[in-house]
DNA sequence: GTCTATATACCGATAGAC
DNA sequence: GTCTATCGGTATATAGAC
């Protein structure tokens, strides 16, 4: 503070005070997880007293949900035909550019212990993924499907993150988008009975 | 050890010592996960000295992969005919006698940013699931189509879990095992060139 | 008001006495 | 083998300086 003049146009002017704060956490929350990153460490980083993090964001795990809260991420295109949108799912999860999300995922379900995680998990989920499925699924038991079907994007990461560059993670993307794909087109069409 | 007299045939011996031990730490990682169980808290619920469970099992973490290493556990039943065999999957993962095995899953993947709890969850997904559901498997790319299945499974799970008597585990169970199953069934069922 | 410095109450782990 | 005492670490809260 005391200097911050306000140049709103710059966007790469070096953040100081509270937003430097943020992106510390941000970035040690994504790397090391929750337990593994520190108050004091956060405001190492962000050159700022420990206390001043605590007093400004109430408490580590309120930072850390304020952080990880994936506002202004990108959102899956849901448009065009329905017969395919179980590939472009598994294609747009899988995605580089869509690294920080999935980072930022397991981030939160990794911190899960905390119901108030929990509960931002599930906001997450259901604003990413639930509420615009459900609007464009045909057929019976749609909003139960489109939690099924978030279910099976979560568990995709998850595995492809703990894989570690062996077994889902070493096969080749494209085999897995048909394969998975073609899972989560089995709850997007409308089921026969 | 010392009074370890080998009396294998009770089952219902007052579990003292180490076993003591194990079966607080057990109970606890289950119910309060990895970061809100503490040493002190194991010991005092065993009748012992703190001090005592680092020694007997060298630090924290290793008593929790120790007695989260999901031997001895239950193992689907892979047999039966193959075309229903999803639906038999998504039931047993969430039949109500799994419950320990879903919470013991649940407290692994919530400490998984330690390296070797991820390498635990690998090897448990492995020996459960992949290695014999591989064996099972017609088809091209058998192996990552049981990762893929395993996966599947972990991600309901995880919302089984997270959704907390809402949401996914407010539907009835036999809506989900027929509509989970079918997309399990996708990838069991040989994929169509 | 904003921040600095300090205090409290935990934690896992260890050294060393008995 | 067992336990006391303690170390360095953590999150959090507050008293008081500027």
Redesign the interface.
Known sequence: MGDDRRVETTETAPPTGREAVERAALGMFEE?????TSVRAIAGAAGVDPALVIRWFGSKEDLFLRVLSLTEKPVPDLTGPLDTLGERLVAFALAPGQRDVRRDLTAL?????S?SV?SR??QITRTLFVERLVERLDGP?AE??S??I???????L??WD???D???AA?SRD??I???G??????IDP?VE
């Open positions: 090391q997880g929750y337990a593994g379900v990794r911190a899960s212990d119901s929990r998990l599930r038991n139960l499907r939690h099924l978030a279910s099976q994007l979560g568990g995709l998850q595995s703990v894989a570690e062996q077994n889902v096969a085999r897995i048909t394969l998975y073609a899972a989560l087109q089995a709850l089921p």
